[in-house]
C-alpha cells in the first residue's frame, strides 16, 4: 500500500493512483434533517474515508476577534474587510477602500511576515507524516481586491483607474508571494488558491479583458509554486470554461469545485480530461437535494468514470459546501459510493 502522499501526486500527475482520493468534510451540524442515527452513521463513514491528506490549514489573521450579537458573528480581517456569517455562510459587508484609490495613501497593508503567523500551523505540519499537505493562499487576488474595493468597482476599476488598479493588484501579489514562499519553506505538497470567477453561465468579465489584467500575474504566482515540484490547487466557482485553456497553460493542476450546473462534465472530460486533474463535481445544487440514494451513486460513480479514466486525474468530492437541505441519506450515498472506490 502507497503512502497517501502518494497516491495523491499520482491522481494529480496521471500516474496511476492505487484508489480514488476523496476529501469530504461534510458539516453535519449545518444539515437540517435531525436524525441522531444517520449523522452518527455517517460520522462513522468518514471515519473510513483514508487519511491522506491535510486540508484547510491556513495562515489568515483578523484585525479583531469574532463577536455574536443577536446571532450575527462579525469581525473585521487583517486587510481590513468586515464580515458578518448569519450561520449560513459569512459575507464581506465593509471595504476598507470603497470611497477611492486616494485612501490608499493612509491603507495599512497587511505584512506577510509576521513572525506569529505560522505558529498553529508549525506543529500540525510536524505530525504530518506520510499525508500529503496542502496550504491555501485564499481570496488569492480578484477576491481579495473586491473585498477591498467593493465588488462593482472592482469589475469598472480597470477601465476607469488602470494605473491605480495595478498597483493594488501588484501589491497583493506581492504579499501573496511572500505567503507562498514561507508555504514553500515548510515543504507543503500543494498551494489551493480560490478565486471565484465564474456565474452560472459564464465569467464575470470578458475572457479577453481576464487574459490581459489577470493571466500574468496568476502566472507569477503559480510559477513560484511550480517551481520547487508543489502542486497548484484552485478554486473557481460557477462556468469558467472559456480560460480554463489558459489555467493550464500557466501550470493549474487540480481544479475545483466542478459544478455540473454551470460546466458540462462530459464536455470538460472530453476537452480537458488528462489535462487537469478535476476536484469535485457531485451536484450540491440538485443531485444531492433532489435525488435518490442511487442517483447520487450513479453520478458518482460517471465523474469516476469521465475525469478518472486517464491513469489519474480525478479527486473525489462534492461541487460545493452540501446545502443545510440535503436529505442524510444523499450524504450517506455519496460517503459509501466514494469509499467502494477506496478499497
Known sequence: ????????????????????????????????????????????????????????????????????????????????TGWEDDGFGAKAEQFPLVEGYHVLDSYPFPSATNNDRFDEVDPILEKRGDRYVRASVWFTLFERMWMLRGFENMLIDPYLYEREFCYLRDKITDYTLEIIDRWLERKVDGIFFSDDWGSQKGLLINPEDWRKYYKPTYKKLFDRVLSSGTHVWMHLCGNIQSILPDLIDIGLNVLNPVQPQAMNVETLAKEFGGKVCFYGGVDVQGTLITGTPRDVKDEVKKLIELFGSFNGGYIGGPSHSVMPETPLDNVIAMYECFLEYQK
Do not use: C
Open 1 to 80: 500500500m502507497i503512502s497517501g502522499k502518494e497516491n495523491y501526486t499520482r491522481s494529480i500527475q496521471f500516474q496511476k493512483p492505487e484508489y480514488i482520493p476523496a476529501i469530504l468534510n461534510t458539516d453535519l451540524s449545518w444539515l437540517s434533517e435531525d436524525n441522531a442515527d444517520k449523522k452518527n452513521y455517517i460520522r462513522s463513514l468518514q471515519q473510513q474515508i483514508k487519511d491522506d491528506i491535510i486540508v484547510d490549514i491556513h495562515v489568515a489573521q483578523n484585525q479583531t476577534e469574532p463577536v455574536t450579537t443577536n446571532n450575527m458573528k462579525t469581525w473585521v480581517d487583517e486587510w481590513g
